[in-house]
């Protein structure tokens, strides 16, 4: 069985040992912003029919609807919260 021996100077070592240490703060370093929060791809349902075609933002309400009647697509914005007021249009 042969015996190994290992000779290491302390400048060796401390470099060793920051370069390790940079490596392990990079690899578990996060960003602070993430970037763009992503939509959840449940949150806009779409309905379709012969007369018009509607997709309605199921967190906010709001929609957007397309009647066939027109020979040139139109998109109509509209808020669900809106029409269900009194008032409402």
Same mark, same amino acid.
Request: glycine share 8%.
């Given at each position: 069985? &042969? ?5 290491? =100077? !302390? #400048?060796?070592? $401390? @470099? ?6 940079? $490596? !392990? ?8 912003? =993430?970037?763009?929060?992503? $939509? ?5 349902? %779409? ?13 906010? *309400? #709001?929609?957007? @609807? =397309?009647?066939?009647?027109?020979? /040139?697509? &139109?998109? %109509? %914005? *509209?808020?669900?919260?809106? $029409?269900? /007021?009194? *008032? *409402? /249009?």
């Amino acid at each position: 069985m &042969k015996t190994f021996y290992v000779a290491i =100077d !302390l #400048r060796s070592f $401390l @470099l060793g040992a920051f370069a390790l240490g940079g $490596l !392990l703060t990079l690899t578990n370093f996060k960003p602070a912003h =993430d970037g763009p929060p992503l $939509l959840d791809i449940r949150r806009f349902q %779409v309905v379709a029919s012969d007369r018009q075609t509607i997709i309605l933002d199921t967190k906010t *309400g #709001r929609f957007i @609807l =397309d009647p066939f009647s027109t020979t /040139k697509p &139109k998109w %109509v %914005v *509209g808020d669900f919260e809106e $029409l269900q /007021k009194p *008032g *409402g /249009k």
